[in-house]
């Protein structure tokens, strides 16, 4: 009788240890994953950015300019459907990307992006101000939804990546007065070939 309890007991022991380890590993599993499925459940800035700008890149926000680098063109200057990409700081350890939704003028832009004013929050035509000193969109301050106003902190930047080369600069054409005539400029007659060749190659 002794020996029969004395290996239930050692049965019953090895059960618990063996319940106790599984438990210990799902609670050790649970916190490893649990931030990660937490994060999945909200949608995250860069596949928003991805749709709405059609530039193929993945991987982190942070990883996206030097991506970008021999794919697709990039740039200091706004551009309607580009990414602005964000340096990473201590707030935002794995950058960010945005989508320019529209150009107000040489230091505002509107900026289409997720997950910024909150978690999977779509942020759409917000704005963002150039604050950088040379004014090179180096540095911005960007519209922060719970606080109805630009948000207080500058946020260094890469610049921006454009799914297509950046469109020139547009050249204005300033029309005569009403009722003047335009005066036409005239080709002309007898240049010689050191000129044209100048005139060619932009000299």
């Known amino acids: 009788m002794t020996g029969a309890l004395s290996r239930f007991r050692c049965r019953a022991e090895r059960i618990y240890l063996k319940t106790r380890a599984i438990f210990a590993a799902s609670c050790i599993l649970a916190l490893a994953i649990g931030p990660v499925a937490a994060q999945a459940g909200h949608l995250q800035c860069v596949p928003y950015a991805r749709q709405v700008s059609g530039i193929q890149i993945h991987g982190n926000a942070l990883t996206w300019w030097g991506q970008a680098e021999g794919h697709y063109p990039r740039g200091g200057d706004p551009q309607v459907g580009a990414v602005l990409a964000f340096r990473p700081t201590g707030a935002m350890p794995l950058g960010h990307v945005a989508v320019v939704s529209a150009i107000l003028d040489d230091r505002r832009i509107l900026l289409d992006h997720a997950n910024w004013s909150g978690p999977g929050v779509i942020d759409s035509g917000v704005l963002a101000v150039d604050v950088s000193e040379e004014g090179d969109w180096s540095s911005v301050r960007v519209w ?23 469109e020139p600069d547009p050249i204005f054409v300033q029309l005569p007065a009403f009722g003047q005539e335009l005066a036409l400029s005239r080709p002309q007659i007898g240049i010689d070939a050191t000129e044209a060749g100048n005139s060619a190659t932009g000299g």
């Not at 922060?144 to 950046?166: E, H, Q, V, W």
């Open 144 to 166: 922060y939804d719970p606080i109805d106003a630009l948000g207080s902190r500058s946020n260094p930047t890469f610049g921006f990546i454009y799914k297509t080369a950046p």
